[in-house]
């Protein structure tokens, strides 16, 4: 079983900066690319940023130049640092996993979601 939580959200004003930690723990045989998505009320989730286990990262273009996000494959956690936040940021954050098996079967897994307000 794997477990992924998800901590560091908040309100905060527009421009201000926060920074989202996801940390795994479970039954983990490898752990490929890490992302974080993000839903809206109202509309469908969406991929903010991915990071494979090489480091290797792509960004939404919506936060392209304001998101990064990094991983500790060590400690299996990854961040996402957020600057310059917008209104149009504020969604409920997922961090996802995906774990690859002895028979290198994939899955993926979703953490419970943290909730970040941005205010105009």
């Known amino acids: 079983q794997v477990q992924l939580v998800e901590s560091g959200g908040g309100l905060v004003q527009a421009g201000g900066s926060l920074t989202l930690s996801c940390t795994v723990s479970?039954?983990?045989?490898?752990?490929?690319?890490m992302g974080w998505y993000r839903q809206a009320p109202g509309k469908q989730r969406e991929l903010v940023a991915t990071?494979?286990?090489?480091?290797?990262?792509s960004y939404a273009d919506s936060v392209k130049g304001r998101f990064t996000i990094s991983r500790d494959n060590a400690k299996n956690t990854a961040s996402l640092q957020m600057n310059s936040l917008k209104p149009e940021d504020t969604a409920v954050y997922y961090c996802?996993?995906?774990?690859?098996?002895?028979?290198?079967?994939?899955?993926?897994?979703w953490g419970q979601g943290t909730q970040v307000a941005v205010s105009s």
């Open positions: 479970g039954s983990i045989f490898r752990i490929n690319a």
């Open positions: 996802n996993a995906e774990r690859v098996d002895f028979w290198n079967h994939p899955s993926s897994y």
């Open positions: 990071i494979s286990s090489g480091g290797s990262t």
